[in-house]
């Protein structure tokens, strides 16, 4: 078996920059297992797979140790390969998820907009692992998917260090600190660790904990568009709006590497 591979970087515009996803089109689909070993062979935080289906797109992602239910990074890059690659004439595509339908519109000026559900994240109380595995003490946590912690400031989440082995626990995929930012450019910051995550813990720039995110920022800050700024060391940067019961994240992508995958 033969399969075509791109490797995208998400959510920047140069490479090595921002969030590297592989991304397999598919003809039709082929057996989970074999998937997840081309994923663990890829060993980036995410590859996706799709296979076309009339107008619209079936979509999977998988993390080099599991697949996962809602990738902004790797539903981007999905994006790129078929406007620049695959289907050059569309402007839009729809892609069909276990999260539901996600729109990707090809703008004007270049930037890719996602159209993903909005998860409100909840006010909880402060996990007590964290206690143990932050140096600085966080003011809040809210809790979706993903567990959201609230910092005072920017540069405790740049400086940050999480002892992560700590927090294999807790119920969440990712745990997301993050504050406002500190220039007039930015509205927030953050950085999003993975606990279970056999190679990397911590990813560079993450969609879908935006999906989160978002909304926490929209009442906090009442604003309905936002920029955001991932403080991972290869950085990213996410253009975000509140459309309704949505939220839209946008974002370049550039091209590191096409070629073949033999099986």
């Known amino acids: 078996m033969e399969l075509d591979i791109f490797q995208i970087d998400?959510?920047?515009?140069?490479?090595?920059g921002?969030?590297?996803a592989a991304v397999c089109p598919l003809n039709e689909w082929i057996?989970?297992?074999?998937?997840?070993?081309?994923?663990?062979?890829?060993?980036?935080?995410?590859?996706?797979?799709f296979v076309k289906?009339?107008?619209?797109?079936?979509?999977?992602?998988?993390?080099?140790?599991?697949?996962?239910?809602?990738?902004?990074?790797?539903?981007?890059?999905?994006?790129?390969?078929?406007?620049?690659?695959?289907e050059p004439a569309l402007k839009e595509v729809t892609f069909l998820s276990e999260s539901g339908p996600l729109k990707a519109v090809r703008q004007d000026n270049g930037l890719i907009e996602l159209n993903f559900p909005s998860r409100p994240p909840k006010k909880i109380e402060i996990p007590t692992a964290i206690f143990s595995a932050f140096s600085d003490r966080p003011i809040e946590a809210y809790a979706s998917r993903d567990l959201i912690l609230l910092f005072e400031n920017e540069d405790q989440i740049a400086q940050m260090n999480p002892k992560v082995s700590l927090l294999k626990e807790l119920p969440y995929l990712c745990i997301v600190p993050t504050a406002r930012g500190k220039s007039k450019e930015v509205d927030f910051v953050s950085r999003v660790f993975d606990?279970?995550?056999?190679?990397?813990?911590?990813?560079?720039?993450?969609?879908?904990?935006?999906?989160?995110?978002?909304?926490?920022?929209?009442?906090?800050?009442?604003?309905?568009v936002l920029k955001a700024v991932q403080l991972s060391e290869r950085k990213g940067i996410l253009y975000c709006a509140i459309?309704?019961?949505?939220?839209?994240?946008?974002?370049?992508?550039?091209?590191?590497?096409?070629?073949?995958?033999?099986?």
Not at 39 to 49: K, P
Not at 65 to 76: K, R, V
Request: proline share 4%.
């Open 53 to 86: 289906k009339a107008d619209n797109f079936e979509i999977r992602w998988f993390m080099p140790h599991a697949e996962i239910d809602l990738c902004g990074h790797a539903t981007l890059a999905s994006a790129f390969v078929i406007f620049n690659f695959l």
């Open 243 to 263: 459309k309704k019961e949505r939220v839209t994240i946008s974002g370049n992508a550039v091209l590191f590497l096409k070629g073949n995958i033999f099986i």
């Open 31 to 49: 057996d989970e297992k074999i998937m997840q070993k081309i994923a663990t062979e890829n060993n980036v935080a995410e590859t996706a797979f």
């Open 10 to 16: 998400a959510f920047t515009d140069a490479v090595f």
């Open 195 to 224: 606990a279970n995550a056999t190679t990397m813990q911590e990813d560079p720039v993450t969609g879908s904990a935006h999906a989160s995110l978002i909304p926490y920022w929209e009442k906090k800050l009442h604003k309905k």
């Open 18 to 20: 921002g969030n590297p």
